[in-house]
């Protein structure tokens, strides 16, 4: 069983709605006094807050999330693993306590090499055959840093604020991204659900 890896730049991964006022909320009933139907509780929500994850997996920030369908764990240790080529290994998912991670490339191609129709098993390949010393750190070809943390997830010791959001609010674990892609694209996606690719610079349309 390969580990699940969502494609890196997921969008929303959490969502927090907050409502206003504290404390029990007051039963819903179907008309108030006068014969006036009651507001909507939906009315009550005063902020709706979406965090999108940057070049991250959901394993990577929540893969070991009590309750989230993440990376299998048992004792502490993940119980599946990802193929290393080079290595002729199968490498286990890790905790990664840096608050650097160079990655692998991002890309559509790469995306879909990760997949693998399905098996998820690519990621370390790609991450050992991808561009390297790149002049360009926005190039979604390359992978950064010398580490091969590609598998590495974090926990509630190095992102607690996300934890927190997580236990208190919404967490997303079956939410993909539509675009197999970069940042760019994917940040296009989130505010308009379109990202074209246009032949024309001045026509959206074309």
């Not at 079956?174 to 296009?188: D, G, Q, Y």
Request: hydrophobic fraction near 40%; glycine fraction near 8%.
């Amino acid at each position: 069983m390969a580990p699940r890896f969502a494609l890196t730049a997921l969008a929303a991964a959490v969502v927090a709605a907050v409502a206003a006022g504290s404390g029990a909320a007051a039963p819903v009933h179907s008309s108030v006094s006068g014969g006036q139907p009651a507001r909507d509780p939906i009315h009550k929500i005063r902020h709706v807050v979406v965090i999108m994850q940057e070049n991250r997996s959901f394993d990577s920030y929540f893969g070991t999330f009590p309750g989230a369908r993440g990376i299998p764990m048992r004792n502490g240790q993940a119980q599946v693993c990802v193929p290393d080529p080079q290595a002729h290994l199968c490498r286990r998912p890790f905790h990664d306590p840096r608050d650097v991670n160079g990655g692998g490339p991002h890309g559509a191609g790469a995306a879909r090499a990760d997949v693998a129709h399905g098996r998820m098993d690519g990621f370390i390949y790609e991450a050992e055959h991808a561009k390297h010393s790149c002049t360009d750190r926005n190039d979604p070809e390359c992978r950064h840093g010398g580490a091969l943390d590609v598998i590495g997830y974090h926990d509630a010791r190095e992102i607690p604020n996300y934890w927190s959001y997580a236990r208190h609010f919404v967490l997303q674990d079956h939410m993909f991204e539509p675009n197999a892609s970069w940042s760019l694209p994917e940040h296009l996606f989130m505010v308009s659900e379109w990202s074209a690719y246009c032949t024309r610079a001045d026509d959206p349309f074309s």
